[in-house]
């Protein structure tokens, strides 16, 4: 069978569930005792291994039948969970991750695994001398059925007990001529699991799911419903020819039944129910579905589909069609004055621009896309440098256009490498300081107005403005008479300058010539800044402020000559209205005073070489833009006004078109070009 | 029924001043009417500008500059052609949109060697078909970016 159609959708499920095990794996590092989260990993695991197997990506199989396994000792409480295991079991994830992504780029998936597999292989063993694979019983021909209860079942029910559960064994025997057992058994457990929890049956859930028993089954269920109502509630289900309801006391069955663990799978399913048990208390009696009934996974799915950017973007330039078009009706029926026609041109415009919003919604996502990897990556930092770490994820589902999450994993990547290398100290440093010895870093989003800021904040050393001074001064980048003037701010700055790296160690983490300036230009280029706030002894703050979307920029409209010019207000300080004979000369250059500045003026007309049709005015129009502290007044005709414009690219004909950064579609459906500022300021 | 299936183009053809020429129908995307053209400046003389093709930016080469012919205003019958040769989406200024033909491959043959002293290498070959020459072009060529 051709497997090449599923492979895009195998690849996008293979990195959400290698994700979910990454996520859970760093909850358990937190509560080790916590067996839904290995449930959690195990079922992710278990997919994969299922999913990897039906592609033919053997060897991905056979490294997640690896992990599980060691999952599985965890969950059976044969290993005990260790930072060192979970190191390995990383490893694994990690190796994992490399043969997905070498599958995404069309490889075999093929990978080295030898010594993880190895490792996870000495985890099962080492901890669990004896061999955990299933020894299934038979449960064909007893007679008599009866129900016997391991450790961790007996446990179970004492902690329901404690909870004020009854515990209830229910022996349900099916009418001869049932014809949908399985069905049966189901509404038997559905009915059960509305008032309590199945804890055990015998035979197995899968057994029964199977049809592979007589007549008769037993359910141990925990409940605070009473005999009576348990019995009435199980009746309900048609085609039962008898139903018993046995209240038991479990302190009675100890030592009477001796403890069965051998059907491990059976014992898996158990301690999901106890987790789930556990959960539901917490929640106040919430029902989940999520019991014996059926093993398969349950796991909250999402109603969403996959749809390529592409066709996004195809539906927002036809959408934007339509709104050119809607102008043109709406310019139409004023004119004509036909009621009806007004009416239906009004409705189509309100239901247009509800459109627009939904359109514009889609293409934003949580950021959480790009956070959700950082806890692993903090983790790992963290014990490579011996720092103890806690990383705060606040607003992770602040949502921000597409386009910028593509850019903007890699600078955040950065700062946050920055703050824990530089930031954060080790503990004892700390203790020394009299802070705690886990140092915080605090990952926050939010939106504000049309921006949304991501903030890095970690309570350590902070930036020493001396040392900063000293190192620029060094290397340069500024001069010592400079330096005593700079205002704390400013030296912050200094650090994001080009060739700068304040660590007198250059550690493999951050600081490795790549500094923080290319940080810095990624998000400048993402129309967004950057700055930073710091307190020495106490912490820093990096804030970083992205536009909400790329595609649509708010830029002043100007006229020169018979054309259209879009400049973006990012890079607009003010527009002026220059008289001819305030314009200065110097170098050949025509320059102006601009508030006490001198600012160079560049013509437009000429840059652009503008066919010339209309006299020039005595006052002059000039838009100051600025590029860092550099400023210039381009020369235009005549101001427009400012608009919200969606940003198109020119195509990949014109892919270097000097001083021009794309182009937009006007309401009369003709296209103007956004100028490029930077490239007009050398 | 035949037993060997004639190999067949289908193309488009379009006039350019007195001759025609043909691309391949699978390189065109859609053939339009003569619009607005927002000029791009500092881009090579042949290269008019771009329209709003539905929403999507798309440059536009006026061909009579771009094979040197002289210039001409535009009439009823001029066209702009729409083609996409890989990722590039360009449109193509013609005279007017003739004719959609299917060329059968034996009628089309290699460029004569010499024609007038200029060398040109966006001509894939000519086809002669009752009494029209169609000059078959290399779009890939055509879109070259050196000249």
Known sequence: MDMSQYLEVFVDESKEHLQTINEQLLELEKSPDDISIVNEIFRSAHTLKGMSATMGFEDLANLTHKMENVLDGIRNHKITVTPEILDVVFRAVDDLEAMVNSIAEGGDGKRDVEEVVEQLKRIEQGESPVATKTERTTHSSNATLTQTYGEFEYNVLQQSKEQGFFTYEIRVKLRADCLLKAARVFMVFETLNQVGEVIKSNPPAELLEEEQFDQEFIVTVVSKESEDELYRRVMKVSELEEVTVTRFDIDELKGTNEHDISESEVHQQKMEVAATLQKEEKKGKKHEQETSTTHKQTTAVNKTIRVNIERLDILMNLFEELVIDRGRLEQISRELNNPELHETVERMSRISSDLQNIILNMRMVPVETVFNRFPRMVRQLARDLGKKIHLEIIGAETELDRTVIDEIGDPLVHLLRNAIDHGIETPDVRRAKGKPEEGTVKLKAYHSGNHVFIEIEDDGAGINREKVLQKAINKGIISKQNAANLTDKQVYELIFASGFSTADKISDISGRGVGLDVVKSTIESLGGSVTIDSQEGVGSIFSIQLPLTLSIISVMLVEIQDEKYAIPLSSIIETAMIKKEDILHAHNQKVIDFRGKVVPLLFLRDIFEVPVSKEESDTLSVVIVRKGEKMAGLVVDSFIGQQEVVLKSLGNYLTSVFAISGATILGDGQVALIIDCNALIK | ?147
């Not at chain 2, 771009?50 to 009439?75: H, Q």
């Open chain 2, 1 to 147: 029924m035949m037993e060997v299936q004639e190999a067949e183009l289908k193309v488009i053809v379009f006039q350019l001043k007195d001759e025609e020429y043909a691309i391949p129908v699978q390189q065109v995307r859609s053939i339009e009417k003569v619009q607005h053209i927002t000029r791009v400046p500092r881009t090579p003389h042949f290269v008019k500008g771009v329209i709003n093709l539905r929403g999507v930016v798309t440059p536009i080469i006026d061909l009579r500059e771009r094979f040197g012919i002289e210039a001409a205003p535009f009439s009823e019958q001029t066209r702009i052609i729409i083609v996409a040769v890989d990722e590039v989406e360009v449109g193509f200024i013609v005279d007017a949109a003739n004719d959609v033909l299917d060329i059968p491959a034996h009628s089309i043959e290699p460029t004569p060697e010499v024609i007038e002293a200029v060398e040109v290498d966006y001509i894939h070959g000519v086809a002669k078909i009752d009494k029209r020459l169609l000059i078959l072009l290399d779009l890939e060529k055509v879109l070259e970016k050196h000249s």
